[in-house]
């Protein structure tokens, strides 16, 4: 289970070479609100129990995988601008299952930069209305990745900001990160 949101490395791999996977899920959870802000849309998922601003409309990538620990579900939204990508997601484990916040926190992190085979550049340790979170920047020949990944109850959340090389992208990475708010 300490693959935890290794789906954020894979789904990112399949950014690079532009290609992804979408799977449904059996589930009839309301679909995300989206709402107009500027050049920007506020999504607003009532499942993820989150809203955050992204450059496009994103639709929610679900996958259920079992594991020895029990079944877990990752959802992942994406968004790419001519500038770089913006993804973020969470797992629902299976109630049962019980973790480590710090070694989950290190683990996504971990997972993410040897996913997108990546050097890890820092690595700090922050909060978000005082539940745990780490914030890291890695890089790539192609991309430079800012990624925050917080534990909320028995819940990660992780939100990916990949800036393509030779862009500056700092006020829509800033905008995105500042906009994340979990109920």
């Known amino acids: 289970m300490r693959k935890s949101i290794a789906f954020c ?11 992804a996977q979408e799977h449904s899920s059996a589930t009839t959870a309301r679909p995300p609100s989206v ?11 009532d499942e993820g129990r989150f809203s955050v ?8 990538q679900v996958e259920t995988q ?12 994406m968004a790419r601008n001519t500038k770089g990508v913006f993804l973020v997601g969470w797992v629902d484990y299976d109630p049962s299952f019980n973790f480590g916040v710090q070694s989950e ?20 340790r922050i909060t978000l209305n005082g539940n745990p979170g780490l914030e ?3 890089e790539t020949p192609q991309t430079t990745f ?3 990944v ?12 990949g800036t393509y090389k030779g862009q500056d992208n700092s006020d829509e990475v800033a905008r995105f990160f500042a906009s994340f708010e979990v109920r």
């Open 150 to 161: 917080y534990i909320i109850g028995k819940r990660p959340y992780q939100l990916i900001a």
């Open 105 to 124: 926190l290190e683990a996504n992190r971990d997972n993410f930069v040897k996913g997108v085979n990546a050097t890890l550049l820092n690595s700090n």
């Open 53 to 60: 601003l992204l450059p496009e409309l994103a639709k929610d």
């Open 146 to 148: 800012k990624s925050r």
């Open 9 to 19: 490395s894979l789904l990112l791999l399949a950014v690079v070479s532009v290609h």
């Open 136 to 138: 890291f920047t890695a």
């Open 66 to 77: 079992n594991s020895a620990k029990g079944p877990y579900t990752t959802h992942l939204f």
């Open 35 to 45: 709402t107009n802000t500027g050049s920007w849309v506020k999504l607003d998922s």
